[in-house]
């Protein structure tokens, strides 16, 4: 079955910092999607991608959809102690209903 | 006004007993999905459900049933509970279920716990 790579699995930064965060994928998918979710509430939707080479941005938080169609990068810049949370990455090919996830970034920001 | 809504938010119960987790969308979706998250966070879907038609069915004991009374719910029965049953069970929904501007959205998720 289709295996999503996502790195790294955790990061800890100081708060201004940017970080970058990936996932990688050993077929090819249709649709990237990166959610947040934040402890005791479920995935939240931050960004969707449909095209290969797109480039979206919601605020601080830039995600691109890889040329090769299997794999997708997720950047939040001047980080703040709010962006605290488990970011995953998930990913649909053809026209599965099914969504694969990543096992997700822990990110840890300090004030 | 709450998208996709879960109950119990909180499930602590013995090996061996029966127990149901409930889901409500009020988004006007047609597909509704279960997933469990372990210990890991890792999620996996479990079920999938468009108009009341079960369309995903993974790997899952059949201890788990999934149950569509309408297409605004979607619950989940779990008979002869394990220990390794413990998990986030996370609903989710979405419009249909394939295409783009088709993205999932979850519930707050059910913490179960097997003692």
């Known amino acids: 079955g289709q295996q999503l790579n996502q790195s790294p699995q955790s990061m800890f930064i100081q708060e201004g910092e940017d970080v970058s965060m990936n996932c990688t994928s050993s077929?090819?998918?249709?649709?990237w999607l990166w959610y947040k979710q934040d402890p005791g509430e479920g995935p939240v939707l931050l960004i969707a991608l449909y095209k290969a080479g797109e480039l979206t941005s919601n605020g601080r938080l830039t995600a691109q959809f890889g040329i090769t169609r299997k794999d997708s990068f997720l950047n939040i810049s001047a980080s703040i102690p709010s962006d605290v949370g488990i970011y995953f990455c998930a990913g649909r090919g053809g026209s599965n209903y099914k969504l694969t996830f990543g096992k997700g970034t822990l990110l840890t920001v300090n004030p | 006004d709450t998208a996709v809504s879960q109950t119990p938010k909180y499930l602590v119960t013995q090996m061996g007993n029966d127990k149901s987790i409930k889901c409500e969308q009020n988004?006007?979706?047609?597909?509704m999905y279960w997933y469990k998250q372990d210990s890991k966070k890792f999620l996996k879907i479990m079920f999938s459900y468009n108009n009341k038609e079960l369309i995903i069915n993974e790997t899952v004991p059949n201890r788990f049933s999934p149950k569509s009374p309408d297409k605004a719910h979607l619950n989940l029965h779990i008979n002869s509970l394990e220990l390794g049953d413990s998990a986030v069970y996370f609903c989710?929904?979405?419009?249909?279920?394939?295409?783009?501007?088709?993205?999932?959205?979850f519930g707050p998720g059910t913490r179960l716990t097997v003692l």
């Open positions: 077929s090819i998918f249709n649709t």
């Open positions: 989710a929904s979405s419009p249909s279920g394939t295409g783009d501007y088709n993205e999932q959205f």
């Open positions: 988004l006007g979706h047609d597909t």
